[in-house]
């Protein structure tokens, strides 16, 4: 199996709302991303899972928290989020050391519309 | 800051001719990469070079590191209509979090690329 997979694909939701993206990857790799992704924008690094740990955070704001239960999935909690929130979130995963290449391989993106 | 320029932004060639996109940075990178991204889809890994490394091969596919100019380029021959999408350069660099390195990959702006019948 050489997927991660991303679900739902598409989400809306309100500003009040609580709602969570799931990432599944069966490859064995032990780091794992989100990304954010605007339309004709780079994707933007939000968090990084290695070995189960929050390694790094990317000064997100706080109505955003992963979290990662096991080292094949990754959530990410939604609450209170506001309109400029809406973009393509992106879950990678890459295997990992201190000597790693980094190399993603990404799932097909939720794509988040808040209204 | 933002690692990783590219240009052009945008390249609109017909099918057969070549596409070349290049990638300036600014810091110091532990290898480069390049990424292709279908409209809306997730990215895909297309080739790494190492630091040490000043061109590497795949396929259609040359990619060239210059270090000591911090830019790098990507080379596509006898494009295909298929080949139309966006690319992104991606820098491999370490950041320190808690007393401990780890690496990160922080993308460039990219170049979309629009392959003619």
């Known amino acids: 199996d050489t997927e991660v997979t991303q679900t739902p694909k598409h989400l809306v939701m309100g500003m009040t709302n609580k709602k969570s993206l799931k990432c599944e990857q069966h490859?064995?790799?032990?780091?794992m991303y989100w990304y954010k992704q605007k339309a004709k924008k780079p994707p933007e690094l939000m968090f990084v899972?290695?070995?189960?740990?929050?390694?790094i955070n990317e000064s997100v704001p706080s109505r955003f928290s992963p979290e990662c239960p096991n080292s094949s999935l990754l959530n990410l909690h939604l609450h209170a989020l506001q309109p400029e929130d809406s973009a393509l979130y992106l879950c990678?995963?890459?295997?990992?050391?201190?000597?790693?290449?980094?190399?993603?391989?990404f799932g097909a993106g939720s794509r988040l519309t808040v209204l | 800051s933002q690692q990783g320029e590219e240009d052009p932004q945008a390249l609109s060639i017909q099918e057969g001719e070549n596409a070349t996109m290049n990638c300036s940075y600014k810091?110091?990178?532990?290898?480069l990469q390049w990424y292709r991204q279908n409209s809306g889809r997730g990215l895909v890994h297309l080739i790494l070079?190492?630091?040490?490394?000043r061109e590497k091969h795949s396929g259609r596919l040359r990619v060239t590191l210059d270090t000591s100019k911090k830019s790098s380029s990507l080379l596509i021959t006898a494009s295909r209509a298929a080949d139309t999408a966006s690319y992104f350069c991606?820098?491999?660099?370490?950041?320190?979090?808690?007393?401990?390195?780890?690496?990160?990959?922080?993308f460039g702006q990219g170049t979309i690329l629009t392959v003619h019948p």
């Open positions: 899972y290695s070995y189960e740990k929050l390694s």
């Open positions: 070079i190492r630091s040490n490394e």
């Open positions: 991606a820098t491999r660099s370490y950041t320190n979090a808690g007393g401990t390195s780890y690496g990160k990959l922080t």
């Open positions: 990678a995963s890459s295997q990992e050391g201190q000597s790693g290449a980094n190399v993603l391989t």
């Open positions: 490859m064995g790799h032990r780091a």
């Open positions: 810091t110091s990178i532990n290898n």
